[in-house]
């Protein structure tokens, strides 16, 4: 089935839904040639995920044949399968559960100390959603335009080859200059790509000031160290029983610069099928540098009285409600998608949508209405006057020093026939070009370009 595909897959599964825990009961051989073809699939790389249910007779779901056929992922661990399913929703949860393939942003090395190491994946749980990126295209063609980049001499206009390349700078005036290859060195902190152990401290050390990035999470790896699994196993129980987090050393791949990062331990949870919802592994925070932190100078702030502490408390209880990040969608890509698919289907206007990351303003009203009234009414009656809404600062006069307004001409007082003449109809506005062709009696349809056209067809200008 896969190798008649023209398409390339990221990976390959086939997914077992099924009631019946041993198939082949009363075939021994049918047994053997099942398991036979599980391993081959297996040495394919096409794993084989079961997605098993609740027997007709309500018996006990018994997964002894499916050990040697289902794939059981290296990282889940234990190598356990969950209990059968009973409802379709929780099928759906584990297909979806599994519709992503965890591959690790780096395999590295944990250096505890000289000596001891142990292999660990470094993975990515959060990424911001970008926007695709759009590619320059031949007009006569449609095909992709190759980009070429050249280094000119700046006074002869020479081409430079990259061996003429040098770099530089600033130093006290002066321009020190540099190889590629001593850049490259002076990035180079110390020869160890991976993570060194630096101590351990209580985890009330950690705040949430030093959240500098999304962190990484860090699983054992049994391909870089073999016996990672138990070591690392060993450091995660202890850190959770005693509370501690770790402070490490931390270098990439490449010429990435080193950090401090802290490894904060997660224990593993499973819900009441067995199914894991939280791997057991190390969460990587990246700690900031001294150089990182802003000390801010800032007055003290008027301290609240009783009264409006108690009338600001009962507006937070009213409009505290469970959130959860996940449940909202980009609404900027959403606005993206939409336009794009309305230029493909030739659209006129894309589809709405609702931008549920705007507050509420009925709900929160309906809510907490008069605590918000009440709240503004103790406040207000302090003498306290609400941060005014910035407005664009007026340009004042060279001469006289006085404050210059913008001009703005009505349609009335532009010349449209002058400007046609001049081919200044293209500095207008659409509105403006709108209502000029509205009040002629022409058509206001188009793009500005068509507006320009029109305007210029109704005064006999080719």
Not at 92 to 104: A, G, I, M, N
Not at 152 to 173: M, P, Q, S, W
Not at 198 to 203: A, D, N, Q, V, Y
Not at 404 to 432: H, Q, R, V, W, Y
Request: with cysteine.
């Amino acid at each position: 089935m896969f190798g008649r595909s023209a398409h390339n897959f990221s990976h390959r599964r086939i997914l077992l839904f099924t009631k019946e825990d041993n198939p082949h009961s009363s075939d021994v051989g049918k047994a053997q040639q099942a398991k036979t073809k599980a391993r081959d699939l297996a040495e394919n790389g096409i794993t084989v995920d079961l997605m098993h249910m609740t027997p007709a007779d309500n018996a006990k779901f018994k997964l002894d044949f499916y050990q040697d056929v289902v794939n059981v992922d290296a990282d889940e661990g234990t190598g356990t399968l969950p209990d059968a399913a009973d409802k379709f929703e929780e099928l759906l949860t584990r297909v979806r559960s599994k519709d992503h393939k965890k591959r690790p942003l780096q395999r590295t090395k944990l250096k505890l100390h000289d000596g001891l190491e142990l292999g660990i994946g470094v993975y990515s749980l959060v990424r911001p959603t970008t926007k695709p990126t759009f590619k320059w295209l031949d007009e006569a063609n449609h095909q992709d335009v190759k980009t070429q980049s050249k280094m000119l001499c700046n006074d002869t206009g020479k081409e430079l080859a990259h061996v003429d390349i040098r770099f530089y700078r600033d130093f006290g005036g002066k321009k020190a200059i540099f190889e590629k290859e001593e850049i490259d060195e002076m990035k180079q902190l110390d020869e160890f790509k991976g993570l060194k152990l630096l101590g351990f401290k209580p985890r009330s050390r950690l705040k949430l000031l030093h959240h500098l990035r999304p962190s990484n999470f860090l699983y054992p790896d049994e391909s870089v160290v073999k016996g990672s699994k138990k070591l690392f196993s060993l450091l995660l129980s202890r850190c959770i029983v005693k509370n501690l987090i770790g402070y490490c050393w931390y270098q990439g791949r490449g010429s990435s610069p080193p950090r401090l990062a802290a490894l904060l331990p997660q224990a593993e949870e499973k819900d009441e099928s067995g199914v894991q919802i939280t791997p057991p592994g190390f969460h990587l925070i990246y700690l900031p540098f001294a150089d990182d932190i802003r000390k801010l100078r800032y007055e003290k702030p008027e301290e609240a009285t009783e009264d409006q502490i108690d009338a600001t408390k009962k507006v937070i209880k009213n409009l505290t409600f469970q959130f959860k990040s996940e449940s909202f969608e980009n609404p900027s890509l959403q606005r993206e998608y939409r336009v794009l698919e309305a230029l493909a289907l030739d659209k006129d206007e894309p589809d709405e949508f609702t931008d549920y990351t705007k507050p509420n303003n009925e709900r929160i009203l309906k809510k907490a209405g008069q605590e918000l009234a009440d709240l503004s009414k103790i406040v207000s009656s302090t003498g306290y006057q609400p941060v005014k809404t910035g407005t664009k600062r007026v340009r004042a006069s060279a001469d006289t020093g006085e404050k210059e307004t913008k001009k703005t001409c009505s349609s009335d007082e532009i010349d449209f026939d002058e400007m046609a003449k001049t081919g200044k109809l293209d500095k207008l506005t659409i509105p403006t070009l709108k209502k000029f062709l509205a009040s002629v009696g022409k058509k206001t349809t188009g793009r500005k370009a068509d507006l320009v056209e029109a305007v210029n067809e109704h005064f006999g200008i080719c």
